[in-house]
């Protein structure tokens, strides 16, 4: 998958080009209404922002819906925490917008 980004929210570029991340990605755990589990893996040039990245969503009942709960392991060094939460909550809200 590659993802592309626009405009100045994402003016530092990505990592595998100025404007691009590329990863393979697999789920290595699917367990209907509870988890999903899959493991990316990264491609850049540089060895800061390659690599292998577990992602676990946990899903669970909440009043008017679901809560989910998303986990990274191994977050490359190159990549700041800051912008895989960002990324996290952008994703969660598509996803909102999308089942709203």
Known sequence: MTL???????????TTTEPTDTF???FV???????????L??????P???????LTA????ADGGSEITILTRDLPTGIPSEYN???RKE????LAALLE
Do not use: M, N, W
Not at 41 to 46: H, K, T, V
């Open 24 to 26: 393979l990605g697999r």
């Open 58 to 61: 946990s899903l669970a009942d």
């Open 41 to 46: 893996e990264l491609e850049s040039q540089d």
């Open 91 to 94: 994703s969660l809200e598509k």
């Open 48 to 54: 800061a922002f390659r690599g292998e990245l577990r």
């Open 4 to 14: 592309t980004y626009h405009g100045p929210r994402h003016s530092t570029g990505g």
């Open 29 to 39: 755990a699917l367990v209907p209404c509870e988890k999903i589990v899959e493991v």
């Open 85 to 87: 939460l960002l990324g």
